[in-house]
């Protein structure tokens, strides 16, 4: 199996758990790191974690959906949202200070 299929199948098996709801628009990703412990134990649990970042990196930086959220107790909780054509993309804190 291809590597890109092997993270849509896990993908798929997150969202399949609830962990993942997505729409045409929007994505709300809400995973509590003990509770994906309790399903695939801690060395899934570590994987999903790494995949989940990799999975937020590729969707606001390729598919260009604009992420709000972060870690939440001992977890995560990311609602993104699809940016429509013309919306500003905002620049990063060291660009608007005029650092670089």
């Known amino acids: 199996m291809l590597k890109h299929e092997i993270v849509k199948r896990d993908l798929k098996t997150l969202e399949s758990d609830g962990f993942i709801k997505q729409s045409p628009e ?13 399903k695939y134990g801690a060395d899934k ?3 999903f974690s790494k995949l989940l970042n990799m999975f ?6 390729k598919e260009d ?16 949202k699809k940016r429509h054509t013309g919306e500003r993309r905002p620049l ?5 200070d005029g650092k670089q």
């Open 45 to 47: 649990a570590e994987y």
């Open 26 to 38: 929007e994505i709300d990703i809400d995973i509590g790191f003990k509770p994906l412990v309790d």
């Open 92 to 96: 990063p804190k060291e660009v608007e």
């Open 65 to 80: 959906y604009q992420v709000s959220g972060g870690l939440r107790g001992l977890g995560v909780s990311y609602h993104l």
């Open 56 to 61: 937020l990196h590729y969707l606001e930086t």
